[in-house]
C-alpha cells in the first residue's frame, strides 16, 4: 500500500513538473492589441476616358473633413494657403455671375449660405417649378454625437439622428448611393427634357463617398487631354466607381469646369479645353481635410 501512495507522489510530482514547463515555454498573449491610428491614402485609378483622383480617409484617421466658404470665388490653392488644410475638393453649387452659393452650406451649426436669399436663382422663371426640390437637395453632413464624430448624406429636410447634434452641412447633389436621385432632386425632367447637369454625357466630375465604417472617400475625376475636351464619366458611371471604392452613400458634387482637388501641395483639375489645358475656375466652396 505504501508503494502505491509512493508512486501515485511521484506520478503527481512529475505532472506538475511538466505542466510548469509547458506553461514557461508558451508565449504570452497581450488581451488588448495595440491599434495604430489609420492614415490617409491618396491613389489614382485610370479609367477608359478619365483619370480619378481619390482620397480616403478612414475613420479613426484624426483628420476631420469639414466645409469651407470663401466671400468671394477663389482656387482650391487659395482655399489651401487660407486654412492649411492637407486636402481640398470644389463642393456646393454657385452662381458665377453673382458669386453666390445656389447650396445650403453650415459651419459650426451656424447656416452661413442660403440658397434662398440668391435673387438670381429665386427669380429665375426657367427653375421656379423647381424651387421645392432645389431647396431640398442631398448634404453632406458631420454630426457630434455625445462624443463621436460620424459623417453622413442627407436631404436638407431631414432631422439629426436622435442624439446627434449638426455641426456642419454643405449642400450639392444629387445623391449617387444607395440609389441615383436626379428626378427626386430636380436636376431631370424627362417630361420637359431638362438635364441640368448633362447626367449621361461624360464630364469632369466630382464626388464625396462614406463606407459602411464611416470612412469618408473624397473623388475628383479628370478628362484625359489626349483623349478629347469631352471625356469624363456620366453620373451613372461615377456612382458606380464610387460603389467600387467600397462608398454605400454617396453624392455628386459641383463638377465640370468647377472640379478641382488639392493634395499635400500638388493641385489637380478637371475639366481641359480643346488643346488639352487643365480649365483652373475658381469656385465658392470646399471640403477641407484637416488634422483634429
Not at 26 to 41: D, F, L
Not at 78 to 93: C, Y
Not at 110 to 138: D, T
Amino acid at each position: 500500500m505504501r508503494k502505491i501512495k509512493l508512486l501515485a507522489l511521484i506520478l503527481i510530482s512529475f505532472a506538475m513538473v511538466l505542466w510548469f514547463n509547458l506553461r514557461s515555454s508558451t508565449p504570452s498573449i497581450p488581451t488588448v492589441a495595440s491599434s495604430q491610428p489609420k492614415t490617409i491614402r491618396y491613389f489614382e485609378r485610370t479609367l477608359p476616358q478619365s483619370i480619378a483622383h481619390i482620397l480616403l480617409i478612414p475613420a479613426n484617421s484624426g483628420f476631420l473633413v469639414t466645409p469651407a466658404l470663401s466671400q468671394k470665388v477663389a482656387t482650391v490653392e487659395e482655399f489651401a494657403q487660407k486654412h492649411r488644410a492637407v486636402a481640398i475638393l470644389n463642393a456646393g453649387f454657385f452662381d458665377p455671375a453673382n458669386q453666390k452659393s445656389t447650396s445650403y452650406i453650415v459651419l459650426q451649426g451656424k447656416l452661413v449660405a442660403n440658397p434662398k436669399e440668391n435673387e438670381r436663382l429665386v427669380n429665375n422663371p426657367n427653375l421656379k417649378p423647381y424651387l421645392s426640390q432645389i431647396f431640398n437637395r442631398s448634404e453632406f453632413r458631420r454630426y457630434l454625437c455625445g462624443q463621436t464624430i460620424r459623417y453622413s448624406i442627407a436631404l436638407h429636410s431631414q432631422s439629426p439622428p436622435a442624439g446627434c447634434q449638426l455641426v456642419d452641412a454643405i449642400g450639392a447633389g444629387p445623391r449617387l448611393l444607395p440609389e441615383l436621385t436626379l428626378v427626386k432632386e430636380g436636376f431631370v425632367d424627362n417630361a420637359n427634357k431638362r438635364d441640368a447637369l448633362g447626367s449621361n454625357q461624360p464630364n469632369a466630375r466630382t464626388a464625396v463617398g462614406i463606407t459602411r465604417d464611416g470612412s469618408v472617400v473624397l473623388v475628383m475625376v479628370a478628362q484625359k487631354p489626349s483623349v478629347s475636351a469631352n471625356s469624363g464619366v456620366s453620373l451613372p458611371a461615377l456612382a458606380d466607381l464610387m460603389k467600387t471604392l467600397g462608398a454605400d452613400k454617396a453624392m455628386n458634387l459641383d463638377g465640370g469646369s468647377s472640379s478641382s482637388f488639392y493634395y499635400n501641395g500638388k493641385t489637380f483639375y478637371g475639366k481641359v479645353d480643346l488643346q488639352g489645358n487643365p480649365i483652373k475656375r475658381p469656385v465658392k466652396s470646399v471640403l477641407l481635410v484637416q488634422e483634429n
